[in-house]
C-alpha cells in the first residue's frame, strides 16, 4: 500500500494486503453501531437518529484481529467506541493485547436529550492498548508532563472550522472526530518524520490522516466502499 493515501475499500480486505509488523500506530473510529432507522421527533423538532447504512451490526472482532496482525508487537493502538462497545474492547484487549486506559472525550456541547428521559451522552471512550505485552521501554511514550498525561479531552463536537470537507462536494461528516483529540494521541505514541506509519481503517472524512500529516506522521488507510481514494492531504 501507497504511504500517505487513502483507500476506497472494505477495510478487511485492505487490512489483508498489509504485511505483518508493519504498523506503527493504530487510531481509529469504526461505527458505533447506534444509529436507528427512525429520526427523532420531539416538540416539532427533527434529529438525525441515523448516520448511515454502515452503522448498523458491525462486528469489531475480525477487524480487530487483522489489526493485531499488522501491528508491530511494541505498536498502540487508540479505539473510538461508543459507552455499549466499551466492554467488547475492553475484552478483546485484556484477552489478547496488553490493554493500558479508558480515555474519555467529553464534549462541552453534546446534543440536547429533549425528552428528559435520560442523561445526556456527553462523552464518547477511546480505549487503549499495546499490542504485546512488551517491555515498556521499547514503546513510544513522548508525554510532554504530567499536565498533559490525563486521560480526558474536553472539546466541542464539531460546528464551524474544523469541520473537514471532503475533495468530491464538499461534504462534512456526520461523525467527525476533532483534530485536536486526535492530534494528542498521535504526538504522544509516535515518532514524527520517516520513521513511524499511524493507520486507520475507518478514516471517513479523512481526519486521522489530516491530523498525522499536520504533525509530519506518514499515514495509511481506508474509507470505506462508495467513496473516491484520497491522496495529497
Ligand atoms: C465513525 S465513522 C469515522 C469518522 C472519522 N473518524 C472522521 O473523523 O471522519 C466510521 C466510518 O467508517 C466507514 N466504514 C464503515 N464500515 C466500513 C468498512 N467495513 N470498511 C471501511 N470503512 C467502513 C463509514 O463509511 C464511516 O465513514
Request: net charge positive; proline share 8%.
Amino acid at each position: 500500500m501507497e504511504l500517505n493515501t487513502i483507500a476506497c475499500m472494505d477495510c478487511l480486505e485492505y487490512l489483508r494486503q498489509l504485511p505483518d509488523d508493519s504498523v506503527d500506530l493504530v487510531v481509529t473510529d469504526p461505527p458505533y453501531n447506534i444509529s436507528r432507522k427512525q429520526d427523532l421527533v420531539y416538540g416539532g423538532r427533527r434529529i438525525r437518529k441515523d448516520f448511515g447504512d454502515w452503522d448498523y451490526n458491525f462486528d469489531p472482532v475480525p477487524v480487530m484481529k487483522e489489526i493485531k496482525r499488522v501491528l508491530k508487537p511494541t505498536g498502540q493502538i487508540y479505539v473510538f467506541c461508543s459507552t455499549e462497545q466499551i466492554p467488547i474492547y475492553m475484552r478483546i484487549f485484556q484477552e489478547a493485547w496488553f490493554f493500558r486506559n479508558l480515555l474519555v472525550w467529553s464534549k462541552t456541547n453534546p446534543p440536547p436529550r429533549l425528552s428528559k428521559t435520560n442523561w445526556v451522552f456527553a462523552n464518547e471512550y477511546i480505549v487503549y492498548a499495546v499490542n504485546e505485552k512488551v517491555k515498556l521501554n521499547k514503546v513510544t511514550f513522548n508525554f510532554p508532563g504530567q499536565r498533559a498525561m490525563k486521560n480526558l479531552f474536553i472539546t466541542p463536537i464539531l460546528t464551524g472550522a474544523e469541520r473537514l470537507r471532503s475533495p468530491e462536494g464538499g461534504s462534512v461528516h456526520p461523525t467527525q472526530k476533532p483534530l485536536a483529540v486526535l492530534k494528542r494521541l498521535i504526538e504522544v505514541s509516535s515518532k514524527p518524520g520517516d520513521v513511524d506509519v499511524v493507520l486507520d481503517l475507518f478514516m471517513g472524512v479523512g481526519s486521522t490522516a489530516v491530523a498525522a500529516a499536520q504533525l509530519g506522521r506518514r499515514f495509511l488507510g481506508c474509507r470505506g466502499q462508495g467513496y473516491p481514494p484520497l491522496s495529497g492531504l
